[in-house]
């Protein structure tokens, strides 16, 4: 059975409604404004000061090092035609390049130089990874010769696997002695490499930091300068962003290491300024029956001459 409802008490919670609603508007409208900062914090950017780009793994927000040029290449600055990049803007010429070391056995370097290579990185030796000895390239003579009697430029690289500054200028005295003066055309370079094969956990370097890294790579970049000789410091992305401080090493010039993967990656997709560029690690190249580094270097411009200043009027 239901209960009646009195037509007075429906009365009084129909008041009672409207009072309350009357009571929340004149609230609302009362409510004092507050000034910006008080309720309406502004969001912060938690990657101020901070660049968006690819390490190689993901994309990351990255602090830029300080005192490190950036890179001023445009994507758009390059073209790939028939497989290969080439510079198409306006503030560097290029040379195109190859490095090449035992791996590469017998080369001719009169067909290498009729392809229009113009530099070649020989390698003069390197350091074992494991007992750490020092050894000669075996081909490093014949292809210094064959290099310099067919016009093409010379510069030599070190394989390093260095895990102190001492052993770093061991390796750096070891390729000037055997340079013994040799004429070379291009800066002398630091190739300190990570080992990834199946001899990486056994590998002498495995737990190098980077700040004994960097301390090597200045090691040996200075002892070649104070004999003369200009200093590149060879690097991938992964190196550059994360195992190298290159804010200490802008002494020295750049070499990135980083292949071609069209028809997205064409470019040297790098943060920092860069004076050589490796973009290839199966290149075909006549003269050299095996797959060969390729490379191409970047050698600025002069500045364009400011404007003239406006001529002046005649003379009445």
Request: negative net charge; glycine residues 8%; contains cysteine.
């Amino acid at each position: 059975m239901k209960t009646a409802v009195r037509p007075q008490t429906g009365l009084l919670v129909l008041l009672l409604l409207i009072l309350l609603v009357g009571v929340a508007l004149v609230l609302l409208v009362a409510r004092p404004t507050l000034s910006f900062g008080q309720d309406e914090v502004p969001e912060v950017d938690p990657h101020a000061g901070q660049v968006y780009l690819y390490d190689g793994f993901d994309w990351v927000w990255m602090t830029p090092l300080e005192g490190v040029p950036v890179n001023d290449f445009a994507k758009d600055e390059f073209q790939l035609i028939n497989g290969s990049p080439v510079y198409v803007g306006g503030k560097y010429d290029t040379l195109v390049g190859i490095d090449v070391s035992e791996h590469q056995h017998e080369i001719d370097w009169a067909k290498v130089k009729q392809s229009g290579v113009d530099f070649a990185y020989i390698r003069l030796g390197r350091r074992g990874y494991t007992e750490g000895g020092l050894f000669m390239d075996p081909w490093f003579e014949k292809n210094y010769a064959g290099a310099g009697e067919n016009a093409i430029l010379r510069g030599v690289y070190f394989y390093s696997q260095a895990i102190t500054e001492e052993e770093a200028r061991e390796e750096a005295e070891f390729v000037l002695s055997r340079l013994d003066g040799k004429e070379i055309d291009l800066p002398i370079v630091y190739d300190w490499e990570k080992i990834s094969n199946e001899d990486a956990d056994i590998a002498r370097t495995k737990d190098l930091d980077m700040e004994a890294r960097t301390d090597c790579a200045i090691a040996f970049c200075e002892t070649v300068k104070n004999a003369g000789y200009e200093a590149t410091i060879y690097f991938n992305r992964n190196l550059g962003y994360y195992g190298y401080d290159l804010s200490r090493l802008t002494d020295y010039n750049f070499w990135f290491a980083l292949f071609l993967n069209p028809p997205d990656l064409f470019w040297p997709s790098f943060y920092y300024k860069l004076d050589l560029w490796q973009f290839s690690d199966v290149g075909q190249v006549p003269g050299i029956e095996y797959e060969t580094d390729l490379n191409m270097m970047f050698i600025p411009l002069p500045q364009a001459e400011a404007e003239p200043e406006a001529e002046a009027s005649p003379t009445p």
